[in-house]
């Protein structure tokens, strides 16, 4: 449920942006960050035996994820 409505508002946001001012390069950034930390919750929650490395990749995209927002609200 949370990953649909993350999804709508990632998808709400980036009309109204591109709408009103256009495309932002940060904020591209930011959102293909997003989806792919999206892709990767997705994927450990169907597959029973994620490994380590998973976890690894889900902390390290949540990571670069908060600096791509903090480098776009810049």
Same mark, same amino acid.
């Given at each position: ?46 597959? $029973? $035996? $994620?490994? $380590? ?11 670069? =994820? =908060? ?8």
């Amino acid at each position: 449920m949370f990953d649909f409505l993350e999804d709508m508002f990632l998808a709400l946001r980036f009309i109204i942006q591109f709408m009103t001012h256009g495309l932002s390069i940060t904020g591209a950034v930011a959102a293909s960050i997003e989806v792919l930390q999206i892709l990767l919750g997705i994927y450990g929650s169907k597959v $029973k $035996k $994620k490994g $380590k490395y998973w976890l690894m990749a889900h902390r390290t995209i949540a990571v670069m =994820l =908060l600096i791509a927002i903090l480098i776009h609200i810049e």
